[in-house]
């Protein structure tokens, strides 16, 4: 492609999420389902046979650019998460992380196995099935937590401890499946994925614990430039590495956070990555629209509404039971039910997984397990956030019927 049709592209991208952004600021609503939805406008699926063309066509193609600044967005934002929960945070709430992760996963990754052997009679595709419906999206629900201003509310630590559970969960269980599952591989290989990932999630571990002191000094320059350099070297230097070894660069990017979280650096980097975030963070949410295929949608509009009307509950309950293991009350504990509803990247990372080389899954029945999740995402990320912004008349419900008991912030 050449460069100036790239650069054109590019600059449809970020125009087309600033016009959505302003219009979203305007009604009061979440920029999250119009950024994906003004990437589904501007895909080459909508607009790829546009009998007008443009310097590079009228549509947005999903280049190198465009790919990586989804990543990067990713990053941030789970590097902004990672700010938020540092390990003494981790530490203290180890057990009720433990607890309403289990309950989480034990819920929604049952109800998705039964779900997907009903759905497709066999076991190979009801295991991506249940990974797919049972995972939320970090990415979404994070940048929704500092949207609502729900980030330093009590609702947040169950919300985003379970969030850690389920990501570490799902490194562990994309590299069984890869190996074992889908790829052809044998135990062998499995048992050398999972230990890489855990290898690598340990070493992580361990910079959380032994690394403040050397990035406080680190970041300890006046030069905004270097400060601004050096911490998004190390953040994306590390989730890189850890995409490279097959462990999920979200992971990473969290840990990264979670180190940084310990310096007195925290106030600067917020101030100075918030920005870099945000932009990033538009270009993941139109990256999911650019990706969407709605020509895929016909013959999976069943799947999709039986999947959204048992997995909705599904996870509302399973967050709800969460925020009570946090003795939080029925007004926190709804939201956080409501704020786990949302599904998106890793969804559609394991639904990729299926279309890959050597797959053991039929070709008719892996395109339908990825235009399924291609919609089923899509419709829980508008759900999802909608689900976050009106809470309001889902706790006064909830409180009526069962009473708040415990309040907090």
Not at 274 to 287: G, K, L, S
Request: hydrophobic share 55%; with cysteine; aromatic share 12%.
């Amino acid at each position: 492609m050449a460069a100036e049709s790239l650069l054109f592209e590019v600059g449809v991208l970020f125009a087309a999420v600033a016009l959505v952004g302003a219009l979203a600021s305007r009604l009061g609503q979440s920029v999250i389902p119009f950024y994906i939805l003004a990437g589904m406008a501007l895909s080459p699926f909508v607009l790829g046979n546009a009998s007008i063309p443009i310097v590079g066509g009228w549509y947005v193609q999903e280049t190198a650019f465009v790919s990586l600044g989804a990543e990067l967005g990713i990053v941030f934002l789970l590097f902004f998460l990672g700010l938020e929960f540092n390990l003494d945070r981790l530490i203290e709430s180890k057990d009720r992380i433990g607890r309403a992760g289990t309950i989480d996963l034990v819920v929604n990754f049952g109800i998705g196995l039964v779900l997907g052997y009903v759905l497709f009679g066999a076991a190979l595709p009801a295991v991506l099935f249940a990974g797919i419906v049972y995972i939320s999206s970090s990415a979404i629900i994070t940048k929704s937590l500092i949207d609502q201003g729900w980030i330093a509310n009590d609702e947040a630590g169950p919300i985003l401890g379970t969030l850690v559970y389920e990501d570490l969960f799902i490194a562990v269980y994309l590299a069984v499946v890869s190996a074992v599952i889908l790829g052809g591989g044998d135990l062998r290989a499995a048992a050398t994925s999972v230990g890489v990932s855990i290898g690598f999630i340990l070493l992580l571990l361990a910079l959380v614990v032994y690394g403040s002191a050397p990035f406080e000094r680190l970041l300890a320059t006046d030069s905004s430039e270097f400060f601004l350099l050096r911490a998004i070297g190390v953040t994306v230097f590390v989730a890189g590495a850890a995409l490279a070894l097959g462990v999920s660069e979200a992971v990473a990017a969290f840990f990264v956070g979670m180190t940084f979280s310990a310096t007195s650096h925290v106030d600067r980097l917020e101030h100075r990555l918030e920005p870099i975030r945000d932009a990033f963070a538009a270009v993941f949410f139109f990256w999911i629209g650019l990706v969407t295929d709605p020509s895929l949608f016909g013959g999976v509009v069943g799947l999709v509404a039986v999947a959204v009307i048992v997995t909705t509950p599904a996870k509302f309950v399973s967050g709800y039971l969460g925020g009570r293991v946090y003795d939080l009350g029925t007004r926190r504990s709804t939201r956080v039910g409501l704020g786990m509803v949302t599904r998106g990247e890793f969804s559609l990372i394991i639904a990729s997984v299926a279309l890959a080389e050597g797959t053991r899954l039929a070709g008719s029945v892996a395109d339908e397990i990825y235009a399924f999740t291609v919609a089923y995402v899509l419709c829980m990320s508008v759900i999802g956030t909608m689900l976050m912004q009106y809470s309001a008349p889902f706790e006064r419900l909830l409180v009526d019927r069962l009473g708040d008991g415990v309040t907090g912030r």
